[in-house]
């Protein structure tokens, strides 16, 4: 069984940096796409980054093009989601996904297979 497993959010100030992380176990993720999303309260899950199978490609969401990086480290097992220059409408409950049906980078949530818990991510003003 597959299993995702966040950290790394928590409570940071406007313009802060926060790393996120999320761990793979139980299938190996190293010829699937990758992705976070995120969702803020009363609002829908949005797609916030995905980063292909090998790590050559990835992309971004408009509001987060510039300020958020995702990475994956294959050895590890790991995606990463380095977030700078945050901002309040930043806040919200960050989930990894992996998907075993696509290689490539991947928008919509309902081409992945496999979530994560979630993660809190709070940025004051």
């Known amino acids: 069984q597959v299993q995702l497993v966040e950290s790394g959010g928590g409570l940071v100030q406007a313009g802060g940096s926060l790393r996120l992380s999320c761990a793979a176990s139980?299938?190996?993720?190293?010829?699937?796409?990758m992705g976070w999303f995120r969702q803020a309260p009363g609002k829908e899950r949005e797609f916030v980054a995905s980063?292909?199978?090998?790590?050559?490609?990835?992309v971004y969401e408009d509001s987060v093009k510039g300020r958020f990086t995702i990475s994956r480290d294959k050895a590890k097992m790991t995606v990463y989601l380095e977030m700078n220059s945050l901002k309040p409408e930043d806040t919200a409950v960050y989930y990894c996904?992996?998907?075993?049906?696509?290689?490539?980078?991947?928008?919509?949530?309902?081409?992945?297979?496999?979530w994560g818990q979630g993660t809190q991510v709070t940025v004051s003003s």
């Open positions: 980063i292909d199978w090998n790590g050559g490609w990835t």
């Open positions: 139980g299938r190996t993720f190293s010829s699937s796409a």
């Open positions: 996904a992996v998907s075993y049906r696509y290689f490539s980078t991947a928008r919509i949530s309902t081409m992945y297979d496999y």
